[in-house]
């Protein structure tokens, strides 16, 4: 018997939600709004879903000697969850306390030069030819038995997810006028629209689904907080069908059924299945192994040593800790328990609390630190930290989501860190008729009237 049944919760996780739109309305701050809405889909929609008998059920490792899941299980398993979404919005809310700017950025020039732009442009053709190069050769090497988890490189097999950067990258030199040529332009599509096609796949459902977040918050940077609200609300709808026609591909090849099971997937989260790696996370921690402490952070240090110099470095995960799969397995498997699961794993409750704390922290202070940026560097690393929380909510092994945040955007960090001079300094005039609130950030470099209040 849990302390509180499924309507509370759910009330709990809705009233997040109604929370986190006040927030954005009047702070202009979509980072509340994307985790309660995300934590909720997997959270109080995946158990509604599953116990209305609107999924196919409950996700099943009876092979290997898990226990099968019940309602009661995910019961509680939800109530962890909403107790560490609750910690994860209130410690943000505690430590964001700006208005994010709505910046006008028909007035505001592009800050780099226009070799910046044309380097941008030969850059993502170039990772875009090195992408189809290393898919190849990755193919060519699990087709020869190599095991993905054990004795292939991460480095070749996260590569390709450097075009969710360069998309980012193209994405915001575009909005901010960097593309001023009919051919720069057509370049710039080119690279879009074959991003798009790379990464639209059951393989690459996240890296498609990351850029199109990043999309979002770039096109909609200078709009006021209730239009950005419509936008990133419709742009999360048609986000939710793209990934599940994307997961529907693995099993379907006409469109009839492609659509059909993409409608299934999208409306029974079945790709939203964390709350059922978080009820089979409990039957590991504590029974089977002790809580980790820190030092599944810790991996995140180690993770980047190549096999080559570590050969027996451990893969990560609790299927791997507990023998349950190895380099003969020839795949890595587990089912991903949310960022608060692997905080769960950490130190149960306290371990929720104190990272909760941590990530809220860093998160907030990045987030104000891009104000204080040109508009150009502000949007670009708002748009990275949206992207990244959509793989880093769903969590799992942390070491290896890292490493996908890493190959993923370091094209954006590239950018930003070679022209961090250029950057640093928001430019002048940042004036704009409805951005009333007056530099609340405290940088003495803005003028009056820079922030928008509702």
């Given at each position: ?13 809705l ?20 985790i ?26 009876s ?42 950025i ?8 226009p ?10 053709l ?7 190069v ?19 490189s ?39 629209a074959?991003?798009?096609s ?20 770039i ?10 609200l ?9 986000a939710i069908?793209?990934?599940?026609t994307?997961?529907?591909?693995r ?5 009839v ?18 709350l059922?790696?978080?009820v ?5 921690y504590?029974?089977?192994?002790p ?8 991996e ?19 299927m ?11 795949f ?15 130190g ?13 922290y ?55 860190w ?6 640093s ?30």
């Amino acid at each position: 018997m849990t302390l509180f049944e499924f309507p509370e919760l759910c009330a709990a996780q809705l009233g997040l939600i109604f929370l986190s739109v006040i927030w954005m309305l009047r702070r202009n701050d979509e980072i509340p709004l994307l985790i309660s809405t995300f934590l909720t889909y997997c959270g109080s929609y995946r158990y509604w879903a599953v116990t209305s008998g609107l999924s196919r059920g409950w996700v099943s490792l009876s092979n290997f000697g898990f226990p099968p899941i019940d309602d009661q299980k995910a019961l509680t398993a939800l109530l962890f969850i909403i107790f560490g979404e609750i910690c994860l919005i209130g410690f943000y809310m505690l430590f964001q306390r700006q208005h994010l700017p709505v910046w006008r950025i028909t007035d505001t020039p592009f800050p780099l030069s226009p070799k910046w732009s044309n380097r941008i442009l030969m850059g993502g053709l170039f990772c875009m030819g090195v992408t189809l190069v290393a898919r190849n050769q990755l193919v060519a090497l699990i087709r020869a038995g190599r095991s993905l988890g054990f004795q292939i490189s991460a480095y070749l097999y996260l590569f390709p997810f450097a075009l969710v950067g360069i998309a980012t990258v193209v994405m915001c030199v575009w909005k901010f006028g960097g593309f001023r040529s009919i051919f720069s332009k057509a370049i710039a599509l080119f690279i879009l629209a074959s991003v798009a096609s790379l990464t639209f796949a059951p393989s690459g459902r996240f890296q498609f689904l990351g850029w199109l977040i990043a999309a979002g918050v770039i096109f909609s940077a200078n709009f006021r907080p209730h239009k950005r609200l419509v936008l990133l609300s419709t742009l999360a709808v048609v986000a939710i069908a793209l990934f599940a026609t994307a997961g529907a591909l693995r099993n379907t090849t006409n469109s009839v059924n492609l659509n059909q099971a993409a409608w299934e997937r999208a409306f029974s989260a079945e790709d939203a299945n964390m709350l059922d790696g978080f009820v089979l996370l409990q039957e590991v921690y504590p029974d089977r192994l002790p809580f980790s402490l820190g030092m599944e952070h810790i991996e995140v240090l180690l993770r980047p040593i190549p096999r080559a110099i570590w050969p027996n470095k451990p893969v990560g995960g609790y299927m791997n800790k507990l023998g349950l799969i190895d380099a003969n397995s020839g795949f890595t498997l587990g089912i991903s328990p949310t960022l608060l699961g692997s905080f769960y794993a950490e130190g149960w409750l306290i371990g929720i609390a104190f990272f909760c704390f941590l990530y809220s922290y860093c998160i907030a202070k990045l987030v104000v630190y891009s104000t204080r940026l040109h508009p150009f560097a502000g949007v670009l690393i708002r748009a990275v930290i949206c992207a990244a929380l959509v793989p880093l909510l769903r969590a799992g092994d942390l070491p290896g989501i890292y490493a996908w945040i890493g190959m993923g955007f370091w094209p954006c960090f590239l950018v930003l860190w070679l022209n961090r001079h250029i950057l640093s300094m928001p430019p002048q005039p940042l004036v704009s008729p409805y951005l009333i609130y007056s530099n609340p950030s405290g940088h003495p470099n803005y003028p009056e009237s820079t922030f928008y209040r509702p």
